[in-house]
């Protein structure tokens, strides 16, 4: 039998034993005695969704075990340009942008669904003169206009050829202590001031 069959027959068992198993629910919760056609299966059926409720938890734990989260893709102490960036989520015009960033301390952590999230401010010149105009031409500040006007606004440096992004942290919902990335001398010295203050 092909793979299709095979999940088709599947399919046709789970849905007859839930058919069985929800009528038999229904008549029990009517408090009506059920019809022996359907007293007889009620255990089968309800026995086989519990083995396939079983197979599936472990298929499911078993792929998320052994594919690496978040927190092992981007652990703060393995922060390193030796280290490949994840490739699943950034294309090649973003990846050496967050190599730059872990290699100058800044985490980025994986967001579900989101890509990973840099804790940073992006100085575009710095960025422009660093990286070249190409890679600058990335960066993105926006405000999504169906949100509330008081929802902080977004940055982003994002790759619309390969639909890949790389959030950081707008400049009006940055605060003080936000590291700017790339770090210049400029940045150094307003740091030593705040420091000093």
């Known amino acids: 039998m092909d793979r299709l069959r095979i999940r088709m ?5 789970i849905v007859g034993a839930s058919v069985v ?4 629910m ?8 059920p019809p022996t056609a359907i007293v007889a299966p009620f255990y089968i059926a309800a026995a086989l969704l519990f083995v396939i409720a079983v197979a599936v938890f472990t298929v499911a734990m078993r792929n998320r075990l052994l594919r690496p989260g978040p927190s ?5 102490q393995s922060a390193s340009p030796a280290l490949p960036v994840n ?16 290699a100058s301390g800044i985490h980025t952590p994986q967001l579900r669904g989101c890509g ?14 660093d990286f070249g105009p190409t890679v600058a031409a990335l960066y993105v500040e926006r405000h999504d206009i169906d949100r509330s006007y008081l929802d902080p606004k977004s940055a982003l440096l994002h790759c619309v050829a390969c639909n890949s992004t790389l959030w950081v942290v707008h400049a009006e919902a940055a605060s003080e202590t936000t590291p700017w990335f790339p770090h210049t001398l400029q940045h150094s010295r307003a740091n030593a001031e705040l420091a000093a203050s």
Do not use: S
Not at 26 to 33: E, R
Not at 87 to 102: G, N, S
């Open 87 to 102: 490739r699943d989520t950034l294309c090649v015009h973003l990846q050496p942008i967050e190599i730059a960033m872990r």
């Open 26 to 33: 229904g008549f029990w919760m009517a408090g009506q005695p």
């Open 116 to 129: 990973p999230q840099a804790n940073c401010q992006i100085d575009h010149v710095a960025l422009k003169r």
């Open 21 to 24: 198993v929800l009528l038999r």
């Open 9 to 13: 027959f599947a399919l046709a068992l």
């Open 72 to 76: 092992q893709k981007n652990h703060p």
